[in-house]
T-cell receptor, first 111, second 114 residues
Framework: QKEVEQNSGPLSVPEGAIASLNCTYS??????FFWYRQYSGKSPELIMFIYSNGDKEDGRFTAQLNKASQYVSLLIRDSQPSDSATYLC???????????FGKGTKLSVIP | DADVTQTPRNRITKTGKRIMLECSQT?????MYWYRQDPGLGLRLIYYSFDVKDINKGEISDGYSVSRQAQAKFSLSLESAIPNQTALYFC?????????????FGEGSRLTVL
């Protein structure tokens, strides 16, 4: 059974700090990795994806992938209170069309 | 209006009742999904459909059935609801020609089974 593991948190960081969210996955054949953000009472929305080893930056967000360690992370620079949400890590697995989600990490950015 | 619309948004029912959750979309996507979200368990796939004639079981399909009435409509049924089916249910769509793994979610249907 494929698994995507995340620390459930809550993770609390002060405003302006870097928030680091981590995820590990069990399927060594996984190729594609996704970060979804879910505000309380709302539906998830895709904010980042990464396919290749290394870093991918988009504004204040950086996704990092290390396939050898089966590890994906999301860094949020200059964290804002509006970043407070649950962040879901997901992968598609080898040859799969299905997304497997982690349980999510709840982030609180303290003003 | 939302691109992916779920009805009802909230429903309270009793054990043994038949329940249908409906999903319609205006995104023109072929692929549709039903997920369930429980506190501490994350999102789990119930069923998915890649076109009108294609229905596939997901991770937790027992106790559920689906119907793909049209490209834009995908319904989830609980034939005889039980309390452990109390959860938040999300419908989602994706475009097979776009980024794999990019799902567009509806606003969710909160179901309570007493």
């Amino acid at each position: 059974q494929k698994e995507v593991e995340q620390n459930s948190g809550p993770l609390s960081v002060p405003e302006g700090a870097i928030a680091s969210l981590n995820c590990t996955y069990s399927d060594r054949g996984s190729q594609s990795f996704f970060w979804y953000r879910q505000y309380s009472g709302k539906s998830p929305e895709l904010i980042m994806f990464i396919y290749s080893n290394g870093d991918k930056e988009d504004g204040r967000f950086t996704a990092q992938l290390n396939k050898a360690s089966q590890y994906v992370s999301l860094l949020i620079r200059d964290s804002q209170p509006s970043d407070s949400a649950t962040y879901l890590c997901a992968d598609t697995g080898a040859g799969s069309y299905q997304l497997t989600f982690g349980k999510g990490t709840k982030l609180s950015v303290i003003p | 209006d939302a691109d992916v619309t779920q009805t009802p948004r909230n429903r309270i029912t009793k054990t043994g009742k038949r329940i249908m959750l409906e999903c319609s979309q205006t995104k023109g996507h072929d692929r549709m999904y039903w997920y369930r979200q429980d506190p501490g368990l994350g999102l789990r796939l119930i069923y998915y459909s890649f076109d009108v004639k294609d229905i596939n079981k997901g991770e937790i399909s027992d106790g559920y059935s689906v119907s793909r009435q049209a490209q834009a409509k995908f319904s989830l049924s609980l034939e005889s609801a039980i309390p452990n089916q109390t959860a938040l249910y999300f419908c989602a769509t994706s475009d097979p020609w776009a980024l794999p793994g990019e799902l567009f979610f509806g606003e969710g249907s909160r179901l309570t089974v007493l």
